[in-house]
């Protein structure tokens, strides 16, 4: 009963969130003071806008009312020009794409998830293009070998990199392997903690959040039904509000990025703006007074 009553509750403050986003007008209503109070910064992984191209994905994520971006290799970058946007990306591209994102208001904070191994030249490589994109964060699933090279390069640029977890038998589905691998690193090497990929693999998120205190950079944070696809925020069965208070009681400060992975068209971009509206209201109901 007492779970009934949490999902219903959670489910009240969604509907409510996203009926007053509406009527505001859509990102009028987001309550920023109460995220930047908390630290949190609210984005979305591009992939989820993955049938679209950069550009377009951007003008939509403006429309929703994002400030933040988590770029991905490959995606194509403006119907002018479909190549994939990456790491290998030509001066004028980055060029192209710096002026979308001014033009939007929306900054990249994130990279990935890209490839790095314990090659030095590669790794620079994505290294360079973040420092030139203005990224703070890589998300990547480096192999065990490659840590003590990137976390040297992590203090020289003066960036993170996030381990992200895809399901089992991806290696990092686990987060004791994520801390196995960050033992004696730099705070700088640390978790993409993917909260639906954990259930998708047979565990608790929260759990896995508790786990790793300290050692949270970045969030790819998701909401799932019993069946394992994603829904909005607060209206699945990952305790996405417990998972909330749990990173205020860490003191977490940093990205959640949105990474919706079914439906597409106007359905998903309804569906990421009820994450959004219920991350503003949570947000406002968590935040200390601001």
Not at 5 to 20: D, E, H, I, K, P
Not at 58 to 71: C, P, R
Not at 204 to 211: I, Q, S, Y
Request: aromatic residues 10%; glycine residues 8%.
């Amino acid at each position: 009963m007492r779970v009934l009553t949490l999902l219903a509750g959670t489910a009240l403050l969604a509907s409510t969130a996203v009926t007053a986003f509406a009527a505001d007008g859509g990102s009028a209503k987001l309550n920023y003071a109460a995220m930047d109070k908390l630290g949190w910064k609210l984005s979305s992984q591009a992939y989820t806008f993955r049938e679209l191209t950069l550009f377009d994905t951007l003008d939509t994520m403006k429309k929703i009312g994002f400030k933040y971006v988590e770029l991905f290799p490959g995606q194509r970058l403006s119907k002018e020009d479909p190549a994939g946007f990456d790491h290998n990306a030509t001066d004028a591209q980055i060029a192209a794409v710096k002026a979308k994102l001014k033009e939007t208001g929306i900054k990249a904070m994130n990279y990935g998830v890209v490839g790095l191994d314990n090659n030095e030249a590669n790794d620079r490589k994505v290294f360079d293009f973040a420092k030139k994109m203005g990224i703070t964060t890589i998300v990547a699933e480096p192999p065990e070998d490659s840590f003590t090279l990137l976390d040297k390069l992590c203090q020289e640029y003066k960036m993170n990199v996030a381990i992200h977890d895809h399901p089992q038998p991806s290696h990092y589905w686990n987060p004791d392997t994520v801390l196995k691998v960050t033992q004696g690193t730099s705070k700088r090497i640390g978790s993409c903690s993917d909260t639906g990929h954990w259930y998708r693999s047979g565990l608790v998120p929260l759990d896995c959040l508790k786990k790793l205190k300290g050692r949270i950079i970045s969030l790819h944070f998701k909401d799932l039904d019993e069946s394992k696809g994603d829904v909005p925020w607060g209206t699945g069965v990952c305790n996405a509000m417990g998972m909330l208070e749990e990173l205020k009681r860490q003191g977490f400060r940093g990205v959640f990025s949105i990474e919706y992975e079914r439906t597409s068209g106007q359905e998903l971009v309804d569906k990421v703006t009820k994450c959004v509206a219920w991350f503003s209201a949570s947000a406002a109901k968590l935040a200390p007074k601001y």
